[in-house]
Nanobody, 122 residues
Framework: VQLQASGGGLVQAGGSLRLTCAAS????????MAWFRQAPGKEREFVAV????????YYADSVKGRFTISRDNAKNTVSLQMNSLKPEDTAVYYC????????????????WGQGTQVTVSS
């Protein structure tokens, strides 16, 4: 499985960005997909996860109500719509995939994208 994340950029606080992760491989719909992020000097942290069929999602408390994760299995893509962005959302965002279920620990994810930078100015 190969993952390619895109859509990052510079945005003012209160603005929006949409990240997209394109996946290769025929098993996409059987895989749980997630977004993580890592700010400078901090550990990588869980952001959001979506089930294989797309019906079940789960979010970190810090982004709940502002971010929405979704997937299009016909296009092998997963997206993260980020609204009401805050400076503390600044980080490199990574998409990842696992067959281990709706887990939030990065140690269960076996494939990762290369990361896309999101910078939110105050």
């Amino acid at each position: 499985v190969q993952l390619q994340a895109s859509g990052g950029g510079l945005v003012q606080a209160g603005g929006s960005l949409r990240l997209t992760c394109a996946a290769s491989g025929r098993t996409f719909s059987s895989r749980v997909m997630a977004w993580f992020r890592q700010a400078p000097g901090k550990e990588r942290e869980f952001v959001a996860v979506v089930s294989g069929g797309g019906a079940t999602t789960y979010y970190a408390d810090s982004v709940k109500g502002r971010f929405t994760i979704s997937r299009d299995n016909a296009k092998n893509t997963v997206s993260l719509q980020m609204n009401s962005l805050k400076p503390e959302d600044t980080a490199v965002y990574y998409c990842a995939t696992t067959l281990s279920g709706m887990v939030t620990s990065n140690r269960y994810y076996d494939y990762w994208g290369q990361g896309t930078q999101v910078t939110v100015s105050s």
